[in-house]
């Protein structure tokens, strides 16, 4: 019997830190750092539960993005990962739906910096891949993130108009600013 919960980090016990953060490890491996660990911290995470293992887990925080002049509350997709046997069974698309109710809920806009075999997944949830070049408020100013410019996703709200070809700036954080 499969369990979906949603809980803010400060909710979270040891225990089910623990877990979250050793399903990333294994499901990303040599890929995700401590600074990964530290971005999907401080908001709200989804877990799915197996019979009593993590076997799912997803988490969306508040950062600001810029566009057309607006910082926008953006609610921004970290950490989903599903255990590698228990792919394709629709634990991902509920993760997925359980955040992206908190961001229509609580934000402006939902982002998310997507692995190159995630691409079909978010975009047949909704998501829209960012046309538009990609920057970062660095401490030392804004800077071009080339790197990044195919991998950006965006869930538009009807609230806040988006125009997919234009520059979108996230704030800063270290490690992977997207």
Do not use: K, N
């Amino acid at each position: 019997m499969t369990e979906l919960r949603t809980a803010h980090t400060a909710d979270l016990d040891i225990v089910t830190l623990t877990a979250a953060r050793t399903l990333l490890d294994t499901v990303f491996g040599g890929d995700m750092t401590d600074q990964d660990w530290e971005h999907a911290l401080g908001g709200i995470h989804a877990l799915l539960w197996e019979d009593g293992e993590l076997i799912g887990h997803a988490s969306v925080v508040q950062r600001r993005v810029l566009h057309g002049g607006r910082a926008l509350r953006t609610g921004y997709v970290e950490g989903v990962v599903v255990r590698a046997d228990r792919r394709r069974r629709g634990h991902g698309a509920a993760l997925m739906a359980a955040l992206e109710r908190v961001i229509r809920g609580g934000f402006e806009l939902g982002a998310l910096s997507a692995t190159e075999e995630a691409l079909g997944f978010y975009a047949d949830r909704g998501w829209r891949r960012w046309q538009g070049l990609t920057w970062a408020l660095t401490p030392l100013g804004i800077a071009r993130t080339e790197e990044d410019d195919d991998g950006v996703f965006v869930l538009p709200l009807p609230e806040v108009p988006i125009d997919l070809t234009a520059e979108l700036v996230c704030d800063w954080r270290d490690g992977d600013v997207w």
